[in-house]
């Protein structure tokens, strides 16, 4: 079986999966040990569309399948956060007709997909400048939150607008005052202070990040969140990614020692 499962983890993408396959790293797959709470940078959209002649704005209505699936997924794992990368504060220098039709996705997949999310007690949030969105954006977005507020599944985290630099300039913001309020004294500024002023205050860091596409940066995502996570890159690009990838990736993830800066266990 070992030998089967290292077969299928090292063999490229370019092969159909059997079940027997699948099976087998679901298998291997540790209920246990589950990460709990997995970010992605949901990349590689538009060079999939344009290795296939087609627009841009095709790759990213493909790379809402995969999120469906992979949100599918985790809440079937019982994964308790979720936070992808849908779009952030560097992507508004894009062509106007690419910016426009994300914002358009952003909407149609909300209303399209809020009552399976609902129903599958998936609890919607959106981190990064909100405000800054259109307005027809942040409606969907208020609409979603407060549909599933109650919900105690699936913490999706929809990254919108989102820029590591800009949270902690907020975060930074926020604090600042709160000392010019005499709410707090400069003694008081710690990292746990410094946490709770996040948009993902009261959500555990990530335990894994994943970056389909090949490409080997964290593009200004969870600078904060991400000092201890543990990353994982993959060559497919987002519309190819599904759960074998998803499974794939926790399982390495549950091959690897997390020391946090201490030494190996013996």
Sequence with gaps: MLKKLWNFLSRSRGKKDTVDDIESVMQAVDRERLPKHIAIIMDG???WAQRRGMPRTYGH??????LREIVRACNELKIPVLTVYAFS???WKRPREEVDALMDLLVEYVYKEIDELDRNKVQVR???????????CQQAVAFARERTKDNDGLILNLA?????RSELV???RSILQMTADKKISIKDIDEQLISSHLYTAGLPDPDLLIRPSGDFRISNFLLWQLA????WYTDVMWPDFRKEDLLRAIYDYQNRERRFGGLKQK
Excluded: C, M, Q, W
Excluded at 61 to 66: D, P, T
Excluded at 160 to 164: H, S
């Design 45 to 47: 959209n538009g060079r």
């Design 61 to 66: 209505k493909a790379g809402v399948e995969s």
């Design 89 to 91: 504060t560097e992507n």
């Design 126 to 136: 959106a981190i990064g400048r909100i405000h800054k969105l259109p307005e027809k």
């Design 160 to 164: 919108l607008n989102y820029g590591g």
């Design 170 to 172: 907020d975060a930074v």
């Design 228 to 231: 201890y996570t543990e990353f």
